[in-house]
């Protein structure tokens, strides 16, 4: 899984619609989810956010089901300002999202595995403060490598 062309930083958006927009519309023209993943990761963020607060900045992880990718994948995008979240597991909380890794794959297990990488990633500060650094799909693999090493 390249994300080569899925990395967007400092991307200027109001609000969190338009930023998984932009993430799933970059899917969708390189071939990597169907023109329908827009619309399911939108309602299913609806239904289960993903906004998780970590410190020092907020972040997201929206995905839908693997009906919709056509290829493994993964976007990332850091935003010029954050945008609200409803935090996962508890709607009623807001969170001020800086960083988007949307996932795009078809195998649960994959899935998995991937999520909980990121999210053992999220828990070391300085990883997440690294995030603020990234500006190439290899340097955040590398980031995501060397963190998940780590444990």
């Given amino acids: 899984m390249d994300p080569a062309d899925?990395?967007?930083?400092?991307?200027?958006v109001e609000t969190k619609e338009q930023a998984l927009r932009h993430l799933s519309g970059l899917m969708a023209?390189?071939?990597a989810v169907t023109d329908m993943h827009t619309t399911a990761i939108l309602q299913r963020e609806a239904q289960f956010p993903t906004g998780l607060p970590?410190?020092?900045y907020g972040v997201a992880i929206?995905?839908?089901?693997?009906?919709?990718?056509?290829?493994?994948?993964?976007?990332?995008?850091s935003l010029k300002n954050p945008v609200v979240f409803q935090e996962m597991g508890n709607r009623s909380r807001e969170i001020q999202v800086t960083f988007i890794f949307m996932l795009a794959l078809q195998d649960a297990d994959a899935h998995l595995t991937l999520l909980q990488t990121i999210?053992?990633?999220?828990q070391n500060r300085s990883f997440v403060r690294e995030l603020k650094n990234v500006q190439t799909s290899k340097?955040?693999?590398e980031l995501v490598e060397e963190n998940?090493?780590?444990g």
Avoid: I, M, S, W
């Avoid at 899925?6 to 200027?12: E, G, I, K, N």
């Avoid at 929206?62 to 995008?77: N, W």
């Fill in 54 to 56: 970590v410190t020092p």
């Fill in 139 to 141: 340097g955040l693999v």
């Fill in 29 to 31: 023209e390189k071939g």
């Fill in 119 to 122: 999210l053992g990633c999220l």
């Fill in 6 to 12: 899925f990395l967007t930083t400092d991307l200027h």
């Fill in 148 to 150: 998940a090493e780590r």
């Fill in 62 to 77: 929206p995905h839908t089901d693997g009906t919709y990718v056509l290829k493994p994948q993964l976007a990332f995008a």
